[in-house]
């Protein structure tokens, strides 16, 4: 599909409407390239399983459920993140950056449930994690070329430079910055960048009068680690840690003495949860949160959290009893100074 682009002849006012009616349709377009992306097993089995069938260079083999369950408690948005950066052995992107972030995220999902897990493999990109702004993605990257036009890249707010490359739509311009082209590497050399990074800023760079789509701050602020429910205009995590993992922290550090210190007993976990607002993103202070886990049926804990600040992050949390091989049903329950009533999440958790 080809798009009439050209803004000759209008006026500011219908240039803008204009330009918004083509966002629009190339953003309702976009479900077909979706739909043509691979299976987490396709990309496991072309990519993942050269290294993860095996354990090579020690990363968790497919079917070790001991060995992704310490990795799955961390939710589906940072195991992604963690394949989209690279992590100890494992390069970025798996070592192919052509991998597009939903392709990595249904392969992580599969590989999850191969060793136990029951996660539901991503359907489209709207299902993953928030991405920075088009205008931070810009100045902390695009710019180094796009400036001034260095390379014959297009210079940023130049609408006619621009507008050939649009014609084909933000999508065939998002995967050929995603493939590399020209003097351009895979990504702009910055394989941490999100295929809905680069579109917003693509759009950006097209129009930098438009504002940027989230606030300009690192992926890491705004995403944390942990299952995922939003509920009365929350976003609410939840994640568990071993106490026996926070028992290898040095003494005195703020995870050993957190909460009186790590309990001794067996099947001991830190819960913790993270609640954001849903729009600005920002992290929920001074809120009452408490954890119940429950075995239905048999048996039931609540736990009153604690403030506390886990990977820079203000969060709750709390020592919860876990049994191995065990199915709960967890709720987490917060009660911010603008609610009367407590917002619930439940969430379906295995400890294995």
Known sequence: MKLDCSLAGTSPLQAVARFLSLVLLLVAGSAGVQAAERSGKQVVDAVCSSCHATGAKGSPRIGDRKAWSTRAFQGLTSLTDHALKGIREMPAHGGDLKLSDLEIARAVTYMVNRSGGSWIEPATAADLMA????????????????????????????REAWRPRLSQ???????????????????????????????SAILYMYNPVVPAKSAPAPREALVPAGMHKVVGGLDIYLGFVPAEALRKYPEGSYERVMHGGVPGGDNEFHANVTVLDRVSKAPIAKAKVEVQVEQPGLTSETQSLEPVVINRLASYGNYVKLKPKTSYVVTVRVRTAESPLPVEARFQYRQY
């Open 131 to 158: 991405e920075r702004g088009g205008q931070h993605v810009v100045e902390i990257q695009c710019s180094k070329c796009h400036a001034k036009g260095e390379g014959g890249a297009p210079r940023i707010g130049d």
């Open 169 to 199: 739509g933000v999508e065939a311009l998002v995967r050929s910055a995603v493939r590399g082209h020209g003097g351009m590497p895979p990504r702009g050399n910055r394989a941490d960048l999100t295929d809905a990074e680069l579109r």
